[in-house]
């Protein structure tokens, strides 16, 4: 069995639209006040918005028009990402064995699995389209890649995409709906992930933990709506999450022989601002890590699928795993699940 590295990372989004403009944009609608309102109280200064609504209006679109529309967007920014993380890996293309592509807003086949030929990989190069599923998709995608390179030892890339900006739902908006509105945002995540050899700089994918609770399903759910990708998102999510996120995590750590000290950093899923708080002060997250999934959720919202990994990015480049440190990447989502991944530099 190989050990899975990550020898290259990169994110992708397109064009950042401020919120205030957006919330003021649609004030006139039904439930405009309440989005404007929730602007305020969100630290989401901008997002990114492949879609923007003050120039181009989706939400008298259609279905095949939305999701026609997520594709071509996850496309190009897809390939961004990619591009980007063979360049810092230092692999070509064609090298590639597996492509693994996990979104939640973009329904097609062939799909974001058409980058492949588009990007010059081999024929031959095993794709594998993964999801949907929500917010900690990430999380059991990079489970499944470490599996993969650790069995046939060839490289692999993994494409976390998901494209909300094209999906924006018609008014009026409640309250919930203003959340989801303002939280939800564009953009794509890539990782090279190889066999690890000596030497070769990058961050192992060591293990994983998950849970879900069955009894509270239904406060977080994404399905398809009448207008396409739509969303339900209860008020009590941030307790839930942080009432029971200690628990995969508490079996992570203890399975691997490590406590909470020995984390260098934790990338946390920028799920919003309450959930954010609620897990940094159940965890007890430091503030660096902390810091760094806000800031990311300020200036892009949640883009979901590859929020985490734009985190993992962000760490990455302010307090580097050193070699032999330990990083976490937590995330949750649909169904009232919770992942934890642990990574070592």
């Known amino acids: ?25 649609l004030a006139a609608d039904p ?67 597996m492509l693994a592509t996990v979104t939640t807003t973009i329904q097609s086949l062939p799909g974001l699995d058409g980058l492949a030929a588009d990007l010059g990989m081999r024929p031959d190069t095993e794709r594998l389209q993964l999801g949907p599923m929500g917010c900690y998709a990430t999380a059991p995608a990079l489970a499944t890649c470490r599996n993969w390179v650790s069995v046939h030892g060839k490289p692999a890339v993994l494409l976390c995409v998901d494209m909300f900006s094209p999906h924006l739902q018609p008014p009026p908006y409640d309250k919930e709906q203003a959340i ?34 069955p009894e509270h399903a239904d406060k977080l759910r994404v399905y398809t709506g009448d207008h396409g990708a739509a969303m339900r998102l209860a008020p009590a999510m941030p307790e839930v999450v942080a009432a029971a996120v200690g ?15 020995d984390i260098h950093w934790w990338a946390l899923h920028p799920g919003g601002r309450r959930v954010l708080e609620q897990v ?16 990311v959720m300020r200036e892009y919202g949640n883009t979901v699928g590859p929020a985490v990994l734009m985190v993992l990015e962000r760490l990455q480049q302010t307090h580097p795993l050193p070699p032999g ?21």
């Open 247 to 261: 628990r995969p995590l508490e079996i992570l750590l203890r399975r691997n022989g490590l406590r909470h000290e």
């Open 280 to 295: 940094a002060a159940e965890v007890g997250i430091p503030d660096p890590s902390l810091e760094a999934a806000m800031e």
């Open 180 to 213: 989801i509105l303002t939280l939800f945002g564009d953009g794509a995540a890539a990782l090279v992930i190889r066999p690890g050899e000596p030497g070769m700089p990058g961050i192992d994918i060591v293990d994983n933990q998950m849970i879900t609770m």
């Open 1 to 25: 069995m190989y050990t899975a590295r990550i020898s290259g990372l990169a994110t992708a989004a397109p064009q950042l639209v401020k919120m205030r403009d957006v919330a003021g944009h």
């Open 325 to 345: 440190g330990y990083g976490v990447a937590l995330a949750y989502g649909p169904g009232a699940t919770i992942w934890t991944v642990l990574l070592r530099g």
């Open 31 to 97: 439930g405009g006040a309440d989005l404007a309102h929730l602007v305020a109280l969100s630290a989401i200064e901008s997002k990114a918005m492949a879609i923007n609504p003050l120039t181009e209006d989706p939400r008298s679109w259609g279905p095949a028009e939305r999701y026609r529309r997520a594709l071509a967007a996850g496309k190009d920014i897809g390939a961004r990402a990619i591009r980007k993380a063979l360049a810092a890996a230092g692999v070509a293309a064609d090298e590639i064995a």
